[in-house]
């Protein structure tokens, strides 16, 4: 990701360079389109996955400069493409953010999810085991929780490989869904639910 914004930040002074000297002529608002190109498609690598709600509005942009370029809106081409390159660099640097936010949320799922899981699996045993029910338990809630314990395994694998694929929001939404189930599962097998583990602090950003 730092190499592109490195290239959108090239791409973004080069068009700069095209407003000062080109008014209104063909050639460099060529140039400039070409550039907003291939900012655009740099930035939709790195961010496709993770904010494609945003690519799609890049999309949407540059197909509006290609259609003033056609029109012969020569300066406003180079101003426009100008724009659009310095919005891919913030969307690049915004879904750098967003996907340090991501990682730090799948990390917490992957600390407490295997805990959180193990002890209602020990607990589903101990009471499978039991010769009698505690009051308040039925032998069909206790099949429904191991049939849950079962999806929840396959449902955390699927979370793993979108994460590995970088579906990182994919993998997040997957983990927090699996969670919500597993706290009603405690609950109702009378666990205590662990507290939620607080984020780390933000590091400052380095000037």
Known sequence: MKKSLIFLAAAFFAIAVFISACGGSKKPAELAVKTAEEAVNAAKTEVEKILPEDVKSL??????????????????????????????KELVEKAKA???????????????LPKMVETIREKVDALTKAKKLPA????????EIKAWLADSEEDWTKAVESFKAGNFAEAVATAAAIKEKAEQAMESLGLSVPAAVPAAPETPAQS
Not at 136 to 143: D, S
């Open 136 to 143: 308040n338990f039925t032998a069909e809630k206790i099949e």
């Open 98 to 112: 967003k996907k340090e936010e991501l990682t730090e949320s799948w990390e917490r799922f992957s600390r407490e």
């Open 59 to 88: 999309d949407e942009a540059l197909a509006a400069v290609k259609e003033k370029f056609a029109k012969g809106e020569y300066k406003a081409v180079v101003t426009e493409a100008h724009d659009l390159a310095g919005k891919a």
